[in-house]
């Protein structure tokens, strides 16, 4: 059986690298929104951001699961922040599809 300490390192390090890939993503979107001329900005504002709010809420589980995780690694034998590392590295994981599926349909597919 796994030990809880290798689950949570595991999950420390792949959070924290995928929060740096997330970057990748807003930088994306900010490039792109920005190739925009000033008319064309205001029209297509709204969709940029909600792509950006999914992007940095990624980001943010990503921040938080490291967190937790960190927590959890200077506690030991926390079941409450072991689960609570677990489902914020999952909701990072599902925002990071959503946000990745989302900017590359806006980047390849805007009109």
Do not use: C, E
């Amino acid at each position: 059986m796994v030990a809880h300490q290798d689950v949570v390192i595991t999950v420390l390090g792949a959070a924290a690298g995928l929060a740096g890939l997330v970057l990748v993503f807003l930088g994306i979107v900010v490039t792109t929104f920005q190739s925009y001329n000033t008319v064309d900005a205001a029209t297509v504002l709204p969709g940029f951001r909600r792509d950006a709010k999914v992007t940095l809420g990624s980001f943010a589980f990503g921040l938080v699961s490291v967190g937790l995780s960190t927590a959890w690694l200077l506690t030991r034998n926390n079941q409450g922040l072991y689960i609570a590392a677990i489902a914020a590295f999952v909701g990072q994981l599902l925002l990071l599809v959503l946000a990745a599926g989302l900017v590359t349909k806006r980047v390849l597919w805007a009109q």
